[in-house]
């Protein structure tokens, strides 16, 4: 009986003491975005849907070699040559980054109307598919073809889900992911707060833009500082280049060597000041 009851007893306090030791539950990590999806998005973004990221690469490339060879045929210095085709081989990818940015702002004034739209429609009486379907007609012409495609789509399948999600990759944009997923938890869920919900998303939008607005307006001078600073001393280089014998000095060790120290510091400054002077983009959190 001694035993049986020893028994029990260590039993209970080592449940006791595994009590103490409960495994955190596994929590999914959230999927990291791949350099080709952000490529794309940037496309899109651009207005540059149909090329891919694989087509903007192989620009790149190109502007490298060609931009390479012509400087290297035109004043026999490789490591000039090698700096203007690296900045050649970038132009492309800073060129549709600078595009995408700009868009992004222009439509970040639209969206405030688009959803006004919507919810106009909505208290029409018209469906929630249909509300969407209208801005094809109604909606800013910047946004029109997308909900062109996406009326297409609903009247083909009739799957209200499946033409969002092909919605959002046509939009590839954070406000407009926030909108379609707000649209679809409300077509998921129901109930009359569907106007409610796309007045506060209008209102937040348009405070948003506002404010992103004045910031910029601010901040902008730093960034274009900061450009000027960066460009200034290549454009020299790009005139010495006119004259080969002014440059020959750079086919030497120490004139590479000096022509990677500008390089690099150059790039390190110019990303410190583009930190300090640009505002955070929204990310596509809800792709």
């Known amino acids: 009986m001694g035993v049986v009851v020893g028994l029990l007893l260590g039993c209970g306090v080592f449940c006791i003491w595994w009590s103490f030791w409960v495994p955190t539950p596994a929590v999914d990590k959230a999927r990291r975005v791949t350099m080709t999806e952000r490529l794309r998005d940037q496309l899109v ?11 903007l690469m192989v620009a790149c490339v190109l502007a490298f070699v060609i ?10 210095v490789a490591p000039v040559a090698l700096c203007f085709a690296v900045m050649a081989g970038y132009a492309p990818l800073a060129l549709v980054r600078g595009r995408a940015r700009r868009r992004r702002a222009s439509l970040r004034e639209l969206w405030p109307d688009a959803v006004d739209n919507i919810a106009s429609g909505v208290r029409a009486g018209l469906a929630l598919p249909e509300a969407l379907a209208q801005l094809s007609r109604r909606g800013p012409p910047e946004l029109r073809p997308a909900f062109q495609a996406f009326a297409e789509d609903y009247r083909t399948t009739g799957r209200f889900q499946e033409c969002l999600d092909r919605l959002k990759e046509r939009l590839s944009d954070p406000v407009g992911d926030r ?3 707000s649209l679809r938890i409300a077509r998921e869920v129901g109930g009359s707060d569907l106007g ?7 209102t937040f939008l348009r405070e948003d833009a506002r ?6 307006t601010r901040q902008g001078w730093t960034v274009n500082a ?3 600073a960066v460009a200034a001393p290549w454009a020299v280089l790009a005139m010495l280049a006119t004259r080969p014998e002014s440059i020959r000095a750079y ?3 120490t004139g590479a060597l000096v022509l990677l120290a500008g390089a690099v510091i150059s790039l390190f400054a110019y990303r410190v000041m583009v ?13």
Do not use: C, F, K, W
Request: positive net charge; glycine residues 10%; proline residues 4%.
């Open 45 to 55: 973004q651009a207005g540059y849907e149909s090329m891919g990221p694989r087509s």
């Open 67 to 76: 931009v390479g060879l012509t400087i290297l045929a035109t004043t026999g």
């Open 179 to 181: 909108l379609v997923e």
């Open 196 to 202: 409610r919900l796309l007045r506060t998303l209008s």
């Open 211 to 216: 404010t992103r607005s004045e910031l910029e």
């Open 226 to 228: 900061a450009r000027l």
């Open 251 to 253: 086919g030497t060790t």
């Open 275 to 287: 930190h300090i002077g640009r505002l955070p983009e929204d990310e596509r959190v809800l792709r």
